[in-house]
């Protein structure tokens, strides 16, 4: 799975080549780190869940680290849910729209054997809710601030 010598998508299947890809995109300042690196995160955090759940599923029971390197997993955290225009504009927005992505992606692994790829469906799910999830981030800033200036306007 690592080299790409498994049948699958083009582009999809050598995972050094997208890491490779990922550097370029770090470099360069086009990816961001907390969507590419918290989707990681969710997945791997769902592939662990689903491991201590006693379910008879074969997608289940796989290793966290194989919801990462299977499929087009890797192609769509680094790639598409990136993309600066639909997803999430906030740093902790960014955080939570990736880890959502991760977490989506293996439950429809798991939940539908017909579907193995989802990654592409939760990424377009969260590219729907990404002006919510900044929304809410904004809103929880305002409160914050506006309680810290009460505090500070009756010290």
């Known amino acids: 799975m690592i080299s790409g010598v498994i049948p699958g998508s083009i582009g999809s299947t050598s995972v050094i080549a997208i890491l490779l ?3 370029y995109l770090m470099i360069t ?8 690196f918290s989707g990681i995160a969710g997945a791997a955090a769902m592939g662990a869940l689903f491991n201590v759940l006693p379910l008879n599923d074969s997608f289940a029971q796989l290793p ?14 680094v790639f598409m849910a990136t993309d600066p225009v639909s997803a999430a504009a906030s740093n902790r927005g960014k955080i ?3 880890f959502l992505i991760g977490v989506l992606t293996v439950i429809i692994r798991v939940a ?8 592409m469906l939760a ?7 990404a002006p919510m999830i900044d929304h809410y981030v904004v809103q929880g800033h305002i ?4 309680k810290l200036a009460r505090a500070l306007n009756h010290a």
Do not use: C, D, W
């Open 64 to 77: 966290f680290y194989y919801h990462i390197v299977m499929g087009g997993f890797l192609f769509g955290i």
């Open 96 to 98: 939570i729209y990736g």
């Open 123 to 129: 990424i377009l799910f969260m590219n729907v809710m």
């Open 21 to 23: 890809g990922l550097g």
């Open 143 to 146: 409160k914050q601030r506006t």
């Open 112 to 119: 539908n054997p017909a579907y193995p790829e989802g990654i």
């Open 29 to 36: 300042g086009v990816a961001s780190s907390r969507i590419i």
